[in-house]
């Protein structure tokens, strides 16, 4: 399977789509659309939009709201400022999100990322069954 990389060095303004994988180790502004793809964003990749993608794994910094069709990844390094909406979700010890995380089924593609953006949860990646 091919993978489209964006470099450290390389900076990307508008709305980034394609039909294979991307890895973001540079900096991305606007809209990704990778729903038929996945999204990984490297330690030092940061990434100031809304997702939408197959699979996300965040090891760097994402200012945004993410909507995952399968599953999201966020690592230890991570931090995700903005909601997130996945059928499955993995949050390592460390890792920082700063916003609402719901697990359920994503919607159509057509009108899965969501426009608005309200951080309400400010934690560690910590979950307790009362959150």
Not at 101 to 122: D, G, N, R, Y
């Amino acid at each position: 399977m091919k993978t489209a990389n964006i470099g450290e060095s390389i900076r990307f303004e508008g709305t980034l789509s394609g039909l294979e994988d991307v890895v973001v180790d540079g900096e991305v502004k606007g809209t990704v659309r990778l729903p038929e793809f996945s999204l990984t964003v490297g330690p030092t990749g940061r990434i100031n939009a809304d997702i939408e993608a197959r699979n996300v794994t965040v090891r760097g910094r994402v200012t945004g709201n993410i909507v995952c069709l399968e599953r999201m990844r966020l690592c230890n390094t991570g931090s995700i400022d903005g909601d997130v909406k996945a059928p499955r979700i993995l949050i390592e010890d460390g890792a920082v999100v700063r916003g609402r995380i719901e697990v359920a089924k994503t919607p159509p593609a057509s009108e899965a990322v969501p426009q608005s953006k309200s951080a309400s949860l400010s934690t560690p990646a910590v979950h307790s069954p009362d959150s």
